[in-house]
């Protein structure tokens, strides 16, 4: 896997799409903004009462957010085919409903049983350990629900082939990701202290635009090579 060819490409990809998508990253980013301030999300987040008046809010930001990672990610994979943009409503709410199945499959009923067995014995404690497990069992899901419209259980075996195929090359992908974080961490700051919020949080995810670039190259790289296609054609 050669990571310069993988930023080559995303960086081309970036360089011809930005001009087009920025109008929709700003939109995002003007709305999200206004409906975090609308529902007082900072003092909702900053409460330690839980009611169906805090969640709704929470639960409604949490939706706008995952519509969007779908409508960019739908069309990233589109412009590495270089395929005709086409965005299916009823595709989208699928791919939506079904992203959320696998966090509340893999999160809850693990959680569940972990808990009730420390509330039993502290010593079990060490079993949290297995949430990250499944969440890096499950890194690759939410592109084979959007790209390939999988449901819940394919899209989790699915991951589960491509990372026991490729667990060094995946494992490079978290690394890089992990530098990616500390990178926007610092921009954040940053910018948060130099620049509008708009204008800050903008930056933030042009740059979260390219990240997400990189990974569904990284991806298609390594599961075109699993499916013996030809990358180059």
Do not use: C, H, W
């Not at 409906?35 to 330690?48: A, K, P, W």
């Not at 069309?75 to 299916?88: E, G, L, S």
């Not at 972990?114 to 949430?131: V, W």
């Amino acid at each position: 896997m050669n990571i310069e060819t993988i930023f080559s490409l995303s960086f081309k990809i970036f360089n011809k799409t930005l001009r087009s998508i920025l109008p929709f990253i700003v939109f995002y980013n003007i709305f999200v903004i206004f409906m975090t301030s609308f529902f007082s999300v900072e003092s909702i987040i900053d409460s330690s009462i839980i009611t169906l008046q805090t969640i709704i809010p929470l639960l409604f930001i949490y939706i706008i957010q995952l519509l969007y990672f779908i409508l960019i990610t739908q069309f990233i994979f589109n412009k590495i085919k270089k395929t005709k943009i086409r965005f299916n409503i009823i595709i989208v709410i699928q791919s939506l409903l079904r992203i959320i199945g696998v966090y509340l499959f893999i999160l809850v009923p693990p959680i569940i049983i972990i808990m009730g067995l420390i509330l039993l014995n502290s010593n079990f404690s060490f079993l949290l350990g297995i949430i990250p497990l499944l969440l890096f069992i499950t890194i690759f899901s939410n592109y084979l629900i959007i790209n390939n419209q999988k449901n819940i259980v394919e899209s989790i075996i699915g991951s589960y082939q491509i990372i026991a195929n490729n667990l060094s090359e995946t494992l490079i992908l978290v690394m890089i990701n992990i530098v990616f974080i500390f990178f926007i961490i610092i921009v954040s700051v940053i910018g948060g202290q130099i620049l509008p919020i708009v204008l800050s949080s903008i930056l933030i995810n042009i740059l979260n635009y390219f990240i997400s670039i990189f990974n569904i190259q990284f991806y298609y790289l390594i599961n075109s090579k699993l499916n013996g296609k030809n990358i180059n054609a």
